[in-house]
């Protein structure tokens, strides 16, 4: 494979199957499969984006494996446009972080640009996270530091995980405290809404819509706290709220008074404490009130 007539000659042929029909296709798989065998330098080499790039999902992923051995940086951007598509995500993914530091300079871009779509963003966050060097950290929290706030969800989980995996990358507090207030206005204002509509049984598929919100902006708010504090404690807490009973709520809500910043604690335990949904409200109220500024 490593010779130069040999390639030469595979060169002819891909230009060949490149203009056929579907009927290709198998021929395409094997020639992207080949590929990854080369050298980085070889002529084929140079050809494997327009693999990637094919519109059978089957080819795209044998150039993605091939990609990932060969980690030629001409790849980058096929292999990004490839996390748009569900059949080709998880390949393209585990290609990215094949590259590493090398892919996050594009990454940044692709992850910042409103225009991409919404797959494509939360995918390259996924990827970071696997990255999950500073310099990935990083640009996963200028995102949740300012960005719009639609991939929160995504970046979050991300920052989590590098968190679990890397406890020694440094994150920004700063970054995650902002984000936690920005979080528990939202949860108190989702809750208020609640009461003002009333859905009850009446509208059940209306309270389950934003239940479902506030089980989100709850999760979310401590796996940031774990940006903050020891993760193990944390995680823990949150497992002794979800369990719901009053000895294990009390264990938390002492925890968590011991130990958060009062600002972050008063914002934070009336969302805790079990209370009468009338006396939620009120608290709820007056956080935002206090969190207004912020």
Not at 65 to 82: C, D, G, N, Q, T
Not at 249 to 278: C, F, G, H, S
Request: hydrophobic share 40%; aromatic share 6%.
């Amino acid at each position: 494979m490593s010779s130069v007539d040999y390639q030469q000659v595979m060169k002819l042929y891909l230009e060949k199957i490149l203009r056929e029909n579907q009927d290709s296709e198998v021929n395409k798989m094997e020639l992207a499969k080949a590929i990854g065998l080369m050298n980085a330098d070889s002529p084929l080499a140079g050809q494997l984006t327009r693999l990637i790039d094919d519109e059978s999902p089957e080819v795209s992923s044998f150039a993605l494996k091939s990609a990932a051995r060969l980690k030629k940086k001409e790849y980058i951007l096929a292999i990004i446009r490839k996390l748009g598509n569900f059949i080709t995500m998880e390949d393209a993914v585990n290609a990215l972080h094949k590259y590493g530091d090398a892919a996050v300079g594009t990454l940044e871009k692709n992850l910042h640009d409103g225009s991409k779509g919404m797959t494509l963003r939360m995918a390259v966050a996924e990827v970071l996270a696997r990255i999950g060097t500073q310099k990935a950290v990083l640009v996963l929290t200028e995102e949740l530091e300012h960005g719009t706030g639609e991939l929160d969800v995504g970046v979050i989980d991300a920052l989590d995980r590098v968190r679990s995996e890397n406890a020694e990358i440094p994150l920004s507090a700063s970054a995650a405290k902002a984000k936690i207030f920005s979080l528990i206005k939202k949860y108190c204002q989702k809750f208020i809404d609640i009461q003002r509509q009333d859905p009850g049984e009446k509208n059940p598929g209306l309270r389950h819509h934003i239940d479902r919100y506030l089980e989100v902006y709850f999760a979310d708010i401590f796996k940031l706290l774990g940006l903050c504090y020891p993760q193990k404690d944390i995680r823990m807490v949150y497992q002794n709220i979800r369990t719901g009973t009053r000895n294990s709520v009390a264990i938390a809500v002492e925890w968590l008074d011991n130990v958060l910043k009062k600002d972050v604690k008063d914002a934070l335990l009336p969302i805790v404490e079990d209370l009468d949904p009338a006396e939620k409200t009120k608290r709820f109220q007056k956080i935002l009130k206090n969190l207004s500024d912020l």
